[in-house]
């Protein structure tokens, strides 16, 4: 006879990981909940009133929708180029044979395991030291994203590499398919995934980094910035609301690729 202490032990890992979600995603409700709040003072966090005034007055705070457009643009240009330029790497390196592949290895991960404050720092004297003290701006911010997500994108396409079959590769060689061929309709397809998965990482990375940009930014004002500078004067309730549409499109990013790869599995069944 199944007994109460079964059926818990039975469950418990599904429990523990419906708890652990829970949690993850209360800042989330939070930030939904607060978007559509109609707070009664500045630097509150309290369910006061319901409004649909943040959502349609969204630009009304004073530099907030330039700050998201700023973000916007250097995150979309620099995950294209670090996407590009790490996925080259992860190839190169998986693919390829070649003297210093080791420290090359090692070199990848320096960024990633380096401390924010560190590498701001550093790229700040980089840039100082080769003549854009006066300069600080847009293309310094944007050369920074690009430093510091590259490695993600190497370390990621990496690990698709790693897990694909060459065997894959050779049947396609046997079948006479050239090198070209081979590449567009068998590696790239099966790399796809970690290529996008990279890209996402990325763009998160860069929408989402205060310290290094802050280091390097000079006058401009990206979207993390102004969420610093508004709160010693009062959050703006429209922070929630871009918060909000920032998660229901990563959301809708990752439901399209699940549907789109269970159909492309129906369609190899």
């Avoid at 294209?80 to 998986?94: D, K, N, Y």
């Avoid at 050239?178 to 099966?190: D, K």
């Avoid at 920032?246 to 789109?260: D, H, R, S, T």
Wanted: include cysteine; charge should be positive.
């Amino acid at each position: 006879m199944k007994t109460t202490a079964d059926w818990i032990g039975r469950h418990l890992v599904l429990m523990i990981g419906m708890l652990v979600l829970l949690y993850m995603l209360v800042p989330v409700i939070v930030v939904v909940l607060m978007s559509f709040n109609q707070p009664a003072g500045r630097n509150t966090y309290t369910l006061d009133g319901f409004t649909l005034d943040n959502w349609t007055n969204l630009c009304e705070p004073y530099q907030l929708c330039s700050s998201v457009r700023l973000s916007l643009e250097i995150g979309f240009l620099a995950t294209l180029l670090a996407t590009l330029l790490g996925t080259l790497m992860a190839f190169a390196m998986v693919r390829h044979r070649f003297r210093g592949r080791a420290a090359a290895n090692v070199f990848i991960f320096l960024p990633m395991a380096t401390p924010e404050i560190v590498l701001g720092s550093s790229l700040l004297a980089l840039f100082v030291n080769t003549g854009f003290a006066g300069k600080l701006g847009f293309w310094t911010i944007f050369v920074a994203h690009v430093m510091f997500c590259l490695s993600f994108v190497v370390v990621t396409v990496k690990a698709r590499l790693a897990g694909m079959d060459p065997r894959l590769e050779q049947a396609a060689a046997d079948l006479y398919a050239n090198e070209w061929q081979t590449f567009w309709r068998v590696s790239f397809p099966l790399v796809f995934p970690g290529i996008l998965a990279a890209a996402l990482l990325s763009f998160s990375l860069s929408f989402d980094d205060f310290i290094i940009t802050n280091l390097n930014a000079g006058q401009q004002v990206t979207f993390p910035m102004f969420v610093w500078g508004a709160n010693t004067k009062g959050i703006p309730m429209q922070i929630n609301v871009i918060g909000t549409l920032m998660f229901v499109i990563a959301l809708l990013v990752v439901v399209v690729g699940e549907v789109g790869s269970r159909r492309r599995g129906r369609a190899l069944i």
